[in-house]
């Protein structure tokens, strides 16, 4: 049974279609990798595998369990945590704080404090321990939000392009942190435009685009879809998904 | 059935549907373009109604030329000035500093009318048409009524096919809620806020000169007349301020309902023809929140957070001793009024505290606390009293026994928790907007009803001071350093709750309500926490507050007051309500500045009250630049006053993902609006039908 299973999911925004009939499975103990241009449909699915979206159609199961109609507090309870593409901070309070409030939130009786400092190491960001999140960096912003979905010792996690903002550096040491969590026997899924990234760490692609999966396989196979290639590599097809406001 | 009446009582219905149509649907176009709401909304119809007098009766112009120069020049120039100088700078201000802006705008409005028209003269407005009329059977109705729904239903027409069909109307719907989408499409938000503002103060003059001169019967009177505007906003609700014809929908049902209820009871209950009656549209706008549909939740915004270092328990232990030391020396020099009144603001201090986690943590909106401390007076004077004549009887359980205070706490929390529910689950300023109903009801229905505080006689409104036996409370120097010690348990309390985990949740709650979703936490259950939280220290603050003249009238507990909800709500926020030292000064200010301008006025033989009310106006516009309130700004600058720098403005640091992140990807910078962002600024704003003009 995979962590997470999403089923035949449709969402339209007044007329514009998101997403059409997308299916798509990530297993417990690998990264998969979720990549597509601009306005494909990624963020939505998120929305929708979280609950702050509604979909129009379709199912979501998290470990084999329906949460379609569950609340998002509900599925997080469930072990489902996710990271925002437009950052979703608490700016007001500090790094530590954000993740003290994610840590207080579980019912796991283990120390918040200690949870805290824990990820704190974890994902480098001891320094800006004490520092109010709005003024830091936004690529460290962006870890902040990860460590805050850690701090709710999820199952399944969510990354909306989670690396852009880091240096070349830093990007190395968040692949081997994925595949680390990976390790520890959680499920994520991962969307990023950086593909170098996603093809080092995931075990499986699945490739949007206008709201379709159009491709999906191991990395070698998806590098080599001339499908993908079509979408992704500035070709026509590109060129017209990206310009929606040209279009009269 | 009598026919007669009911096509008679449903004209006037309709009449006056049309009326809060015309308010209701200026209201929305100002919130739609600039995202802010405007209370003033209803005090700008009041002041054009006064405009209008002035020029057509004072001066005596013709009709035609007065309605020119009111809605063609003053009213539109005026709704201009407003969005220029104060709606445009709070852009990127959270709710409770845009609410105060504006309700401190209305204040200050009702007092410049003051001053311009003192209400000592009685004025009025002819009818239009006067004494023209057609009859339906023997149903007579006047020219003024047909032309005011005339008007409304050309207006609506008008409305639409603004909205519909010109690019600059379409552009108008999208700014509330993707204002960049708009400016990248080559429309300017900017200019679009000040002519929706122009136009919105138009449709309020409008509707107020069309009120006070016409059959209702409202007559050019400033706070009735800036009252009836104000229940538009129920109509607004059913809209869900963005809707047009839903609000005219709204407007009918208001209009209607009114009507009915006024004609079909004279005879019946007394109670409810004149305390239910008047507030049919508050209860109408409680209907109006029900049907609501939850939105999404919210995402953080670019909002300014100040950022404010919270004290230690060392450190607010060590301040608290020292008010209370402050609070006997107090007592010990000042005597007679002077010292009531200083208590009474320390007790408004109180219940000003109680907004420090709701507002100042939460970010959510309550303009009902003065309610809250009545039903905690009304608590008190019920359970910690011998034996009490009016209404409920009483508990008896002693004069003056301390559980009175507990019943005050518990049972404004569970009050509060009770109305907070239909509107908890929605945006701040739905919540906002209940809680105002709310206490407009409270005030009407409960408070005013004669069986709670009695009607301005004597011993109904009696409240005792509590007893703890040891030492007595009974002179009022002994309470007013009584309400210093309460005063600082209170803030000794809500600085730890702020330091904890349920602090720490309020304010990431306030930051991103849908990251704490995806955490797991509820927001709508922390929200009902801290709401009924918040009402409980109120009735606690109010139960004391009752104790400084042992006696309450009902009019303390109105929005208006004073004190008045309104007053409490604006004042702790221009003190500083992310601080425990704000709800202190906004409280005094509350009390003592009407006392000064009082002492003065006798001093040079004026009333200068309006001029007070200028000032509160004043005061709380002034917040529109310094959003922190005034503990903040003071303490920043001493701080750079005692370290040598300048105070620097990036104090405040937008807190919220760079504007590319809420742009629609590919879209060149000036391009027309394409079909496909088109159906998106329809989706976004929740518009089917109107897609399909879009691809036309
Ligand atoms: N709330 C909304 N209302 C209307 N349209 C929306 C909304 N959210 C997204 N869209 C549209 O749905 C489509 C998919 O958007 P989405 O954000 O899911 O794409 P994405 O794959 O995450 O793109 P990116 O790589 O830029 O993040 C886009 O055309 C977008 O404009
Ligand atoms: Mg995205």
């Known amino acids: 049974m995979a962590a997470l299973e999403v089923d035949d999911v449709a969402v339209t925004f007044g007329g514009l279609a998101a997403l059409t009939s997308v299916d798509l499975v990530a297993e417990a103990g690998a990264v998969t990798g979720l990549i597509g241009p601009n306005g494909a449909g990624k963020t939505t699915l998120f929305n929708v595998i979280c609950g702050l979206q509604r979909a129009r159609r379709g199912r979501v199961q998290l470990d084999g369990r329906d949460v379609t109609g569950a609340r998002t507090f509900n599925r997080a309870r469930l072990g489902l945590a996710r990271t925002f593409q437009r950052l979703e901070v608490f700016g007001s309070l500090t790094t530590r704080e954000n993740l003290l409030v994610a840590a207080e939130m579980q019912r796991n009786g283990r120390d918040p404090h200690a949870v805290a400092q824990e990820i704190l190491e974890e994902v480098g960001l001891t320094e800006y321990a004490d520092a109010h999140v709005d003024s830091i960096p936004t690529g460290l912003a962006r870890l902040v939000e990860l460590g805050r979905a850690l701090a709710t010792d999820p199952k399944v996690l969510l990354l909306d392009e989670p690396s852009s903002g880091l240096d070349e550096s830093e990007t190395t040491a968040f692949g081997e942190l994925l595949l680390r969590l990976a390790e520890r026997g959680l499920a994520v899924l991962l969307v990023e435009h950086d593909v170098e990234l996603v093809m080092r760490v995931c075990s499986q692609i699945y490739v949007l685009d206008f709201g379709e999966i159009i491709a999906s396989g191991p990395p070698d196979s998806i590098r080599r879809s001339s499908a993908v290639q079509a979408a992704y590599l500035g070709t026509p097809v590109a060129a017209h998904a990206s310009g929606n406001g040209s279009a009269s | 059935m009598d026919w007669n009446k009911l096509l008679e009582l449903t004209i006037y219905g309709v009449a006056l549907a049309s009326i809060y149509a015309i308010a209701a649907s200026g209201l929305v176009v100002t919130y739609t373009t600039s995202g802010i709401f405007n209370f003033a909304h209803g005090a700008i119809g009041m002041l054009m109604a006064f405009t209008y007098w002035q020029v057509r009766v004072q001066w005596g112009l013709p009709t035609w030329l007065s309605l020119l120069i009111v809605l063609g020049f003053v009213a539109p120039f005026t709704g201009a000035v407003i969005e220029r100088t104060l709606i445009r700078n709070l852009r990127a201000a959270p709710l409770a500093v845009t609410l105060v802006v504006t309700a401190a705008l209305m204040v200050g409005l009702m007092g410049v009318a003051t001053v311009l028209w003192p209400p000592d003269q009685s004025r009025s407005l002819p009818a239009f048409f006067t004494g023209k009329t057609v009859s339906i059977g023997s149903t007579i109705v006047t020219y003024q009524q047909l032309l ?168 607010s232990v060590i301040w608290s001793g020292v008010l209370v030391l402050g609070g006997w020396v107090v007592a010990e020099l000042v005597t007679g009024t002077n010292l009531t009144t200083i208590s009474k603001g320390l007790a408004i201090g109180i219940i000003m505290l109680s907004l420090v986690p709701l507002t100042g943590y939460a970010g959510q909106i309550s303009l009902c606390q003065m309610t809250f401390a009545g039903i905690g007076a009304f608590a008190m004077s019920r359970v910690a009293s011998s034996g009490t004549t009016v209404g409920f009887g009483s508990l008896g359980i002693g004069n003056g026994s301390p559980l009175g205070l507990l019943a005050a706490f518990v049972l404004a929390a569970a009050v509060g928790a009770l109305i907070a529910l239909p509107a908890i689950r929605l945006q701040g300023l739905y919540l906002a907007l209940a809680t105002m109903a709310f206490a407009v009801i409270m005030s009407s229905a409960f408070f005013e009803g004669g069986a709670i505080f009695g009607t301005g006689s004597t011993d109904a409104g009696a409240v005792q001071r ?231």
């Open chain 2, 466 to 696: 509590p007893d703890f036996g040891m030492f007595s409370l009974s002179s009022n120097g002994a309470y007013l350093v009584f309400l210093s010690v309460v005063f600082g348990l209170v803030a000794i309390g809500v600085l730890a709750l702020r330091r904890g985990p349920f602090g720490r949740r309020l304010l990431a709650l306030r930051d991103s309500p849908a990251a704490v979703a995806t955490l797991g936490g509820s927001p709508t259950r922390t929200k009902l926490l801290v709401f009924s939280l918040s009402a409980g220290l109120a009735g606690l603050g109010g139960a004391l507050y009752g104790g400084v003249d042992r006696n309450v009238t009902p009019g303390q507990f109105s929005f208006f007051g004073p004190p008045g909800s309104l007053a409490v709500f604006v004042l702790a926020v221009v003190g500083g309500v992310a601080t425990v030292t704000g709800p202190l000064i906004g409280g005094q200010l509350l009390l003592l500045v009407p006392v000064f301008f009082t002492w003065l006025g006798t001093k040079l033989k004026t009333d200068l009250t309006p001029y007070a009310q200028v000032l509160f106006g004043l005061a709380g516009i002034g917040l529109g630049r310094n959003p922190g309130g005034a503990v903040v700004e003071i303490s920043t600058r001493f701080r750079a006053l005692v370290s040598g720098r300048m105070p620097r403005e990036t104090e405040m640091e937008a807190n919220g993902p760079p504007i590319e992140a809420l742009l629609v990807p590919g879209s060149p910078l000036g391009a027309p609006i394409a079909e496909s962002q088109l159906l998106e600024l329809d989706a976004l704003l929740d518009l089917e039908e109107v897609s399909g003009l879009g691809r036309a």
């Open chain 2, 148 to 315: 005011t729904i005339g008007l409304a239903v050309l207006l609506a027409i008008l409305l639409k096919a603004l909205f519909t069909w010109t690019r600059t109307g379409i552009a108008m719907r999208a700014v509330v809620d993707s204002r960049d989408l708009v400016a990248l499409n080559g429309g300017r938000p900017v200019m679009l806020s000040t002519l929706s503002w122009a136009l919105g103060a138009m449709l309020a003059g409008l509707a107020g000169i069309l009120l006070a001169s016409g059959p209702i019967g409202i007559g050019l009177v400033i706070e009735a007349l800036t009252l009836v505007v104000i229940n538009a906003y129920a109509a607004a609700l059913f809209g869900r301020l963005r809707s047009i014809p839903l609000t005219f929908v709204g407007a009918l049902i208001i209009g209607l309902a009114q009507q009915y209820t006024v004609g079909y009871s004279i005879t019946k209950n007394a109670f409810f023809n004149t305390q239910i009656v008047p507030v049919v549209p508050y209860l109408l706008l409680f209907v109006a929140l029900l049907l609501m549909p939850e939105g999404r939740l919210r995402g953080a915004q670019l909002v300014h957070a100040i950022k404010i270092r919270v004290p230690s328990l060392r450190t």
